[in-house]
């Protein structure tokens, strides 16, 4: 079970306010999307509600306790984040890397068991990556190491899962094939999902909430039906846009001049 809430949240960081007296309700078995232009702390945002780092205003709880108040290993088996840039001071191979997810579940000086090996395994398998356990981290491409990342969040199999731009230095192929392993989680496993997101037909397929920073600590959130309008998402972005139907409903473009609809 995930449920995190927040109630009256405010965040500043130097002079951009991200949000103000913000009212979240984030359900076990949901997934939600956090859009915004570059600069307006969907990152910031993210680690608030991860915990590491303290909001200026009001609270948050994870099922029903006060975030801050929890130990962080007893956190970190409840929420689990995906960073948006991976930093590796340290030679590990593939496999090693997947194992760090399990750390939250190990006591001290414990060495991981073969029920660890089995569980980083299986998510090195998920994302496609099974091949290459034994392969130094240093030697990977971008998009490798971002489903490495996604896989040692599998590992340490947290109930709630922030994720801060999954989607990055993947190829079409790996982006569907991530955002549909995140999907069949929430549907088939009850986890709950909160991501940072850049592309708006991406999210409108794989999420079912929004929350929209505009700017200036305005916030505006709900479904797809409810936020994902032409009026909205222009402010958001500050640009025109098309709507075309698809076949996994309306597909936003940037317009050009003369195409706005």
């Not at 006060?66 to 991976?86: K, T």
Request: charged share 25%; with cysteine.
């Amino acid at each position: 079970m995930a449920e995190l809430q927040t109630q009256g949240l405010g965040i500043r960081i130097g002079d951009v306010r991200v949000c103000r007296d913000l009212d979240l309700h984030v359900r076990e078995g949901e997934s939600w999307c956090i859009l915004g232009r570059n600069g307006t702390g969907k990152t910031t945002l993210l680690h608030t509600l991860a915990g590491l780092r303290t909001a200026d205003a009001g609270d948050l709880t994870l099922n029903a306790r006060s975030l801050a108040a929890e130990p962080r290993r007893e956190v970190a088996r409840q929420l689990g984040l995906l960073v948006q840039e991976h930093r590796d001071s340290f030679p590990a191979s593939v496999l090693e890397t997947a194992l760090i997810g399990r750390h939250p579940w190990m006591g001290p000086l414990q060495w991981e068991s073969h029920g660890d090996h089995r569980i980083a395994r299986q998510a090195l398998r998920a994302v496609e990556l099974d091949d290459l356990e034994q392969r130094n981290i240093a030697t990977l491409s971008g998009g490798e190491r971002r489903r490495l990342g996604v896989a040692t969040l599998l590992t340490q199999d947290p109930d709630l899962l922030l994720l801060d731009e999954p989607t990055n230095h993947l190829d079409v192929h790996h982006q569907v094939h991530i955002l549909e392993l995140l999907q069949r989680k929430v549907r088939d496993d009850g986890k709950t999902v909160i991501m940072v997101m850049h592309d708006i037909n991406l999210a409108s397929r794989y999420c079912d909430r929004f929350l929209l920073l505009l700017g200036e600590g305005r916030t505006v959130q709900g479904t797809a039906e409810d936020v994902l309008t032409a009026e909205l998402l222009e402010e958001l972005y500050a640009h025109p846009l098309q709507a075309i139907s698809g076949p996994h409903g309306t597909a936003w473009l940037p317009a050009g001049p003369g195409q706005r609809q």
